[in-house]
């Protein structure tokens, strides 16, 4: 008569990993609890070592994704500002029959920053798809993007943000393209 399996726990940057049999007996599975409760389980193996490994990369993986997240929910809206702040206007001409007028364009700035955060932020439609992404060392605020950079700025309450915008006065009638579709 074979002894029933007790799981065996092991801890994971204050996770718990528990090892447990499949409900047929035919294998291991790693449940996998976080601090909070979340309760997350491996594939089914036969090898007890594959499943402690499976379980500790499934926390690996998670933690990893929760950082990134929040990361990310950080450096979004700071980098979005600093393009602001740290750019310039663009201005083109346009033409009409009473001759060429001055026209804003876009506020441009340096793209030294954080490329998967430049990248999160062209698909959410804050800056300008660029053609040649590495050979451009700029990027352009699309008008919503420039909207959403001064909604961050005031959001910051920092000595002399409203004075900054007050003299950028022109960015705040931008047409949004997302109201014109």
Not at 78 to 89: C, E, H, I, N, P
Not at 129 to 135: I, S
Request: proline share 4%; glycine share 10%; hydrophobic share 30%.
């Amino acid at each position: 008569m074979t002894k029933p399996f007790k799981g065996e726990t092991r801890p994971r940057h204050n996770w718990s990993v528990t090892l447990c049999t499949d409900p047929e007996g035919k294998g291991f599975y790693a449940q996998c609890t976080s601090p909070f409760g979340l309760i997350l389980c491996t594939d089914i193996y036969t090898d007890k070592g594959l499943v402690w490994q499976q379980g500790y990369e499934l926390v690996d993986r998670t933690i990893r994704s929760e950082q990134t997240r929040r990361y990310n929910a950080i450096a979004l809206p700071l980098t979005l500002a600093l393009l602001y702040v740290s750019g310039g206007d663009e201005y083109g001409e346009l033409g009409d029959e009473l001759g060429n007028e001055q026209c804003f364009q876009g506020r441009r700035a340096y793209k030294g920053y954080d490329f998967d955060i430049l990248d999160l932020l062209t698909t959410a439609g804050l800056i300008e798809e660029q053609r040649y992404p590495k050979q451009v060392k700029s990027v352009v605020l699309t008008p919503k993007g420039i909207k959403e950079a001064r909604r961050v700025l005031r959001g910051f309450n920092l000595d002399g943000v409203e004075e900054f915008l007050g003299a950028l006065a022109e960015h705040d009638d931008l047409p949004d393209e997302s109201e014109n579709e």
